[in-house]
C-alpha cells in the first residue's frame, strides 16, 4: 500500500499562504481544549515550546523526555545563535531574503510554502524570547545584536554569547514551568518512548519506560506530537549529546509513517578533529568562528610535512604560503559558504595530502588577521568561552596559534515526513523540529535549527493541531486496556526480553562503533553507488550478529543503561541502512548528500532537477525487507531551482 | 597512565552502598574522565558485571547533567568545569581516584553515582519564569537594556542547574542555584515585574523541599563550573528583604 503524501499546501500567493491557511483551519473552544489530552515526546526547543503554548492553550499535555529535567535536551547545547529576519541591521533583510536563502542553502530539496512560512514566523521568536528574559547579546545603545552565518550576506543572526541554544531553552524551559505550575503541562523525566499505539489508524498513545525502575507504562492521548531530535548519532562519533537518537521517530517509521530523505545528513566543518579510538563524541566549534576566523592548508606540502613533524609551528609558515582555500575558490562568501561546501572542501585539501596534524585530518582556523584587526579583547568578548573550550581539550591557546578543525557528523536534515500541518501520515501524530524532514532540504543553513525548532513549537502546531483535533471533542478519554495497548507493550516486553537473553561476546558500545565505522566510510561526505551498496550490505550482517552476539548486562525492572543503549542501537541498526538506501536511490549531489559520480568539473555538487526534485518517502516494509519508495513531488511557484553559487 | 579507582556503588535509592576499587590501565592523557569510566565501563560488561551508572549527555560541559564528586570535590578538583571538561592529564600517574556521587539529603542517590535532581525542577516551578503567553508580546527592540545589564544577566544564566551548590554546601543550601536565576532575571525590566513574587516563591518551595539555610560560607561559588558569583546571593538576599518589607 502506497502512502498518502497529501502535502496540504495552501493555494494563493506565497506570503498569503500562511494568513490564509489560518484563517481557514478550525479552532477548538476553551471547554473543549480542556477535555483533550496531547502528549509531546521530546522537551528540547521543538517539544518544550509547543508543550507550553499548547498548555497555555488550555489542553492537558503530557511531556517526556530522557534526560532527568526537561532543560537538559541537546538543544541545550547549541552554541552560536538564532536568525530572523528582523533587518535591525538595516543590511536589506526581509521575509523573503531569509526564505530565498534557506532555499537556496537547502539547495531546492524542500517546500517553498513551509521554509516561507518559518521565514515569516521567525521575527516573532525573537520578540518571544526577548519577553521570556532571554539575555541576547546587546549593543552599547540597547539593542539586539547580531553576528553573521554561512550562507548569508546580511547580519541576522541573534545570539547569547556561545550559550544560545542553552538560553533559548531555558526560556522554553521556563514558559514549560509555568505550565506546569498551573497544573495544564505534567513532565515525565526519565521516560523513554518505546513504541506508538494506533487505533483505528489514528495515534492514540505510546509506551515509555521509566528509566529509574524499568516499569512499562501506557500513556494514551488525542494526539501524539514527536519532538524527539535528530539521529545523528547512528555515526557513533557526532556533535549530538550521548542520548540523542532515531528510535522514537523510527518505531513511528515503524508503525506507518512516511520517512522522509533518511541520507541527507549535515557534516558540520568545523569540529575539534578525533584524537583516538577511545573517543566518545565529538565537539563543535561554532560557525560563528567563521566571522572572524580564516580557514587554511599550506600551499607547500614540504609546511606540511613539517608541521606533522613539528619542526614548524602554523605561525612559521609566511602569509604567502598559505592557501585560504575557501577565499581562493567562493570569493563572494570566502569563509562563509554554507557548511556542506565549507566540508568538501576541507576534505578535498585533506584527501590531496594538505591535512595539518598526524592524522592528516585537519585544517587551520586562524584568528591572526582578526586579532591584529580588532584586538585580543573584542576576540575574547565574541568568542572567550569557545576559545576557552578549546583550550581544555586540545591543550593548545588558539589566541597563540590557530585551531585545528575537522569536519564531523551534526545534523540531520532528514526525518519524519509532515504535511503543511506538521501531521505525518499516521492521523494524529504529529512531527516537529530536528525529528521532522521540512524545512532544510537537502542542507541546513547555520542558526536556523533553533529557528524551526521554535517556529514548529510556538508558533505552527498550536494552530495546526486545532484542525485535527476540532473533530475529537466529542471523542472520550483514550483508554489504556485495550488490545491495541496490550499488544503494543506486549511487544516492548518482548523486545527488551530477547536484548537480555542474547548474553554474547560484544557491548553495544563496540557494536555501535562498528556501524558508526561503517557509515562514516561509505555514507559519510562522499557516496558511491559501490560505498552504498557495501554498506546496505555490511549493516545488514551486523544488524544480524547484534541479535545473535550482543552483551547486554543488567535487568528490565532497573535503572540499566546498558539496555537503553541497546534498544536504542537496534533502531540505529536498521535506520544507517535506510540512510544507506536512500543515498544510493538519490543518483544527484545536493547539498550535504555528494554522490561521487555526480560532480561538475571543478567539483562542486551537480544536482539533477530533471529527475530528483522530490522528497524521497520511504515505507516500512519489515526489518530484512526493502522499504517502498514513495515520492511527494516538489513544486517549485515562486523561486527557481538554480545552480548554487557561492563563487561570485 | 593507569589509575586505581574508588567508586560509590549502590544497587538502587533502598540500598546500603560502598565503595568498590578498579584498576584501569593504558589510558591515554588526551582521554577525558568520562571517557575513562566509558572504558572500565566496557571491560565490566564484557566480565558480565555491572557498569558503574553516571549521567551524562552533552559532554561539553553545557547539559549540567554530568554530576560527579571527585576527589572530595564537585566536578574534581579543577574549578570552572564540569565533570565531562576533566581529562585524565590533569591526574598524577598512578594515582587513586575516589568518585562519589553527589551528597545531599534534597538529592537521593537512583543508582551507584546518579542522583535524583527533580528538587531544581521543582523550585523553578514555583516562579522561576516571566509569565508571558506565547504570541502576546512586544517588538524585540522596544524594551532597549543596557549592554552592561544584559552582559550580567547572561552571566547569572549561565548556570547549568548541575547541583554542585547544593551537593557542596555543608549547609546543603541552593541559594547559588536559586540566586542565579532571580538575579538573571531582575537584571532585565522584563523579569522585574514579577521579581518579589518569585523570589518569594522560589525560596518557599527552597525550604519546602528540605534544602539548608545559606550562611555565606561560600563554597558553593568556588566549586561552581559556571562561577557563578556569591554576588547573585546578596542580590537574591535584597529582592527578599524588599518582599518581606512590602508582606
Ligand atoms: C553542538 C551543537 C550546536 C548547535 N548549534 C546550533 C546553532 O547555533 N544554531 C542552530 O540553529 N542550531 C544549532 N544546532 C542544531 C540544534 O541544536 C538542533 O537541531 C535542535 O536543538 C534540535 O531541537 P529539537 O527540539 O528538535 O530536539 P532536541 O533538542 O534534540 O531534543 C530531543 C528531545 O527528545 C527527547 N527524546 C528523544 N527520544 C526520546 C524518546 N524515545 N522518549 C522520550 N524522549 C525522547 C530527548 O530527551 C530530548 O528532550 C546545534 C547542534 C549541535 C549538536
Ligand atoms: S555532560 Fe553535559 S555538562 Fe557534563
Not at chain 1, 34 to 57: H, M, N
Not at chain 1, 105 to 120: C, I, K, P, Q
Not at chain 1, 624 to 638: R, S, T
Not at chain 2, 105 to 129: C, E, H, M, S
Request: glycine share 8%; hydrophobic share 40%.
Amino acid at each position: 500500500m502506497a502512502l498518502k503524501l497529501d502535502s496540504k499546501i495552501p493555494a494563493g500567493p506565497l506570503a498569503d499562504k500562511w494568513s490564509n491557511h489560518k484563517a481557514a483551519i478550525k479552532v477548538v473552544s476553551p471547554a473543549n481544549k480542556r477535555k483533550l489530552d496531547i502528549i509531546v515526546v521530546g522537551t528540547g526547543l521543538g517539544g518544550a515550546s509547543a508543550a507550553a503554548s499548547l498548555g497555555e492553550l488550555g489542553y492537558n499535555v503530557k511531556v517526556f523526555c530522557i534526560q532527568d529535567s526537561p532543560r537538559r535536551a541537546h538543544s541545550i547545547a547549541a552554541q552560536g545563535g538564532i536568525n530572523a529576519a528582523k533587518n535591525y541591521q538595516n543590511d536589506n533583510d526581509s521575509v523573503y531574503r531569509l526564505f530565498y536563502d534557506t532555499i537556496k542553502g537547502g539547495d531546492y530539496r524542500s517546500r517553498e510554502a513551509n521554509v516561507y512560512r518559518l521565514a515569516e514566523v521567525s521575527n516573532l521568536i525573537i520578540d518571544q524570547c526577548v519577553a521570556q528574559g532571554v539575555p541576547f547579546a546587546r549593543e552599547y545603545g540597547g539593542l539586539l545584536a547580531n553576528r553573521s552565518f554561512g550562507g548569508a550576506q546580511v547580519s541576522r543572526t541573534f545570539y547569547a554569547r556561545g550559550q544560545t541554544g542553552q538560553q533559548l531553552l531555558l526560556g522554553a524551559y521556563a514558559a514549560l514551568n509555568k505550565e506546569i505550575h498551573n497544573g495544564t503541562v505534567k513532565s515525565y523525566p526519565r521516560h523513554e518512548m518505546l513504541d506508538l499505539v494506533i487505533e483505528q489508524g489514528e495515534a492514540r498513545g505510546i509506551i515509555a519506560r521509566n528509566l529509574v525502575t524499568g516499569e512499562i507504562e501506557r500513556f494514551g492521548a488525542h494526539a501524539v506530537v514527536l519532538a524527539t531530535g535528530g539521529y545523528g548519532n547512528v555515526f557513533f562519533l557526532s556533535t549530538n549529546a550521548m542520548a540523542s537518537n532515531g528510535s522514537a521517530a523510527f518505531q513511528c517509521y515503524r508503525k506507518g509513517a512516511g520517512f522522509a530523505n533518511p541520507c541527507f545528513t549535515q557534516i558540520h566543518p568545523t569540529c575539534i578533529p578525533v584524537h583516538g579510538t577511545q573517543q566518545s563524541k565529538l565537539t563543535l566549534m561554532s560557525e560563528s568562528l567563521r566571522n572572524d576566523g580564516r580557514i587554511w592548508v599550506p600551499k607547500n606540502i614540504e609546511d606540511v610535512k613539517a608541521l606533522r613533524a613539528g619542526t614548524k609551528k602554523p605561525s612559521d609558515i609566511a602569509e604567502e604560503d598559505r592557501d585560504y582555500y575557501l577565499e581562493r575558490r567562493y570569493p563572494a562568501f570566502g569563509n562563509l559558504v554554507p557548511r556542506d561546501v565549507a566540508s568538501r572542501a576541507a576534505k578535498e585539501r585533506c584527501d590531496a595530502g594538505f591535512g595539518v596534524n598526524e592524522t592528516g585530518l585537519a585544517v587551520f582556523l586562524d584568528f591572526k588577521t582578526a586579532i591584529a584587526r580588532l584586538g585580543k579583547e573584542v576576540i575574547k568578548q565574541r568568542y572567550g568561552n569557545l576559545f576557552d573550550m578549546y583550550k581544555e581539550i586540545t591543550d593548545t591557546d588558539p589566541y597563540e596559534q590557530p585551531m585545528q578543525i575537522f569536519p564531523a557528523v551534526h545534523y540531520t536534515m532528514g526525518g519524519i515526513w509532515v504535511d503543511y500541518n506538521l501531521m505525518t501520515t499516521i492521523p494524529g501524530l504529529y512531527a516537529i523540529g530536528e525529528a521532522n524532514f521540512s524545512d532544510h532540504g537537502a542542507n541546513r543553513l547555520g542558526a536556523s535549527a533553533l529557528m524551526q525548532g521554535l517556529a514548529d513549537g510556538y508558533f505552527v502546531l498550536p494552530y495546526t493541531i486545532g484542525d485535527y483535533l476540532s473533530h475529537k471533542i466529542q471523542a472520550p478519554k483514550v483508554k489504556t486496556d485495550t488490545v491495541a495497548f496490550d499488544e503494543a507493550e506486549k511487544a516492548v516486553r518482548a523486545k527488551i526480553e530477547k536484548l537480555l537473553s542474547i548474553n554474547g561476546n560484544q557491548s553495544v558500545d563496540d557494536i555501535h562503533k562498528r556501524l558508526g565505522h561503517i557509515m562514516w566510510e561509505n555514507v559519510g561526505m562522499a557516496r558511491t553507488k559501490e560505498s552504498l551498496t557495501t554498506a546496505i550490505k555490511l549493516i545488514a550482517e551486523l544488524r544480524k550478529e547484534f541479535w545473535k552476539d550482543v552483551k547486554v548486562v543488567g535487568t528490565a525492572d532497573s535503572f540499566n543503561v546498558e539496555l537503553e543503549k541497546a534498544i536504542r542501537l537496534a533502531d540505529f541498526l536498521e535506520l544507517g541502512e535506510l540512510m544507506a538506501r536512500d543515498a544510493l536511490n538519490r543518483e544527484e549531489s545536493c547539498g550535504g548528500h555528494f554522490r561521487t559520480e555526480h560532480q561538475t568539473e571543478d567539483g562542486e555538487a551537480d544536482r539533477d532537477d530533471e529527475n530528483f526534485v522530490y522528497a524521497a518517502v520511504w515505507e516500512y516494509k519489515g526489518m530484512d525487507n526493502e522499504p517502498e519508495l514513495n515520492k511527494e513531488a516538489l513544486n517549485f511557484e515562486f523561486v527557481h531551482p538554480a545552480k548554487r553559487n557561492y563563487k561570485d | 597512565m593507569n589509575f586505581t579507582l574508588k567508586i560509590w556503588r549502590q544497587k538502587d535509592a533502598k540500598s546500603k552502598g560502598g565503595f568498590q576499587q578498579y584498576k584501569v590501565t593504558d589510558i591515554s592523557s588526551d582521554t577525558s574522565f568520562l571517557e575513562m569510566l566509558d572504558i572500565l565501563n566496557n571491560s565490566l560488561v564484557h566480565e558480565g558485571k555491572e557498569p558503574v551508572a553516571f549521567d551524562h549527555d552533552c559532554r561539553e560541559g553545557i547539559c549540567g547533567m554530568c554530576s560527579l564528586h571527585i576527589n572530595g570535590h564537585a566536578h574534581g578538583p579543577e574549578q570552572g568545569v564540569t565533570t565531562c571538561q576533566i581529562y585524565m592529564r590533569q591526574f598524577p600517574d598512578n594515582s587513586t581516584i575516589t568518585v562519589e556521587p553527589w551528597r545531599s539529603t534534597a538529592f537521593p542517590v537512583i543508582k551507584d553515582l546518579v542522583v535524583n535532581r527533580g528538587a531544581y525542577d521543582q523550585i523553578l516551578q514555583a516562579g522561576g519564569y516571566v509569565s508571558v503567553r506565547t504570541n502576546s508580546v512586544p517588538d524585540g527592540n522596544a524594551i532597549p537594556i543596557p549592554k552592561a545589564d544584559a552582559d550580567e544577566s547572561m552571566d547569572a544564566a549561565a548556570c547549568v542547574g548541575c547541583g554542585a551548590c547544593a551537593a557542596t554546601c555543608k549547609n546543603g543550601s541552593a541559594m547559588l542555584f536559586v540566586a542565579a536565576r532571580v538575579s538573571s532575571l531582575a537584571k532585565l525590566p522584563q523579569g522585574r515585574v514579577e521579581g518579589i513574587r518569585r523570589a518569594k516563591a522560589m525560596v518557599a518551595k527552597m525550604d519546602e523541599l528540605g534544602f539548608g539555610n545559606c550562611t555565606n560560607t561560600g563554597a558553593c561559588a568556588a566549586e561552581c563550573p559556571k562561577k557563578i558569583s556569591i554576588a547573585h546571593i546578596a542580590r537574591l538576599n535584597r529582592e527578599f528583604l524588599s518582599a518581606k518589607l512590602k508582606d
